[in-house]
């Protein structure tokens, strides 16, 4: 599966950015897929994650009310609607195939997307 993200920029705090993800894979429709973000220095954290059909999503606390993920199951493609942005979402964002039950990152890391929010 490749999958390939793209959305990125830099932005002023409280602006806005829409992350896309786009899968070559088969099962794209069938997979639960998250979002996930390493900031510099930092390790890698989920962001959000959303089931096969897009009927149950689950975020990290920090970003709850700001972010919102969604899917398009015809286009293969997922995205990450980012709002009121704030300097510690300055982070490279990486999308992946998800575990269902524990969110834990299925298959190799694509190249991700730079997000950098200035103050």
């Known amino acids: 599966v490749q999958l390939v993200e793209s959305g990125g920029g830099l932005v002023q705090a409280g602006g806005s950015l829409r992350l896309s993800c786009a899968s070559s894979g088969s099962t794209f429709s069938i997979d639960t897929m998250g979002w996930y973000r390493q900031a510099p220095g930092k390790q890698r954290e989920l962001v959000a994650v959303?089931?096969?059909?897009?009927?149950?999503?689950h975020y990290v606390e920090s970003v709850k009310g700001r972010f919102t993920i969604s899917r398009d199951n015809a286009k293969n493609t997922m995205y990450l609607q980012m709002n009121s942005l704030k300097p510690e979402d300055t982070a490279v964002y990486y999308c992946?195939?998800?575990?269902?039950?524990?969110?834990?990152?299925?298959?190799?890391w694509g190249k991700g997307t730079l997000v950098t929010v200035s103050s």
């Open positions: 992946n195939v998800a575990d269902y039950y524990n969110f834990a990152a299925m298959n190799a």
């Open positions: 959303i089931t096969s059909a897009g009927d149950l999503t």
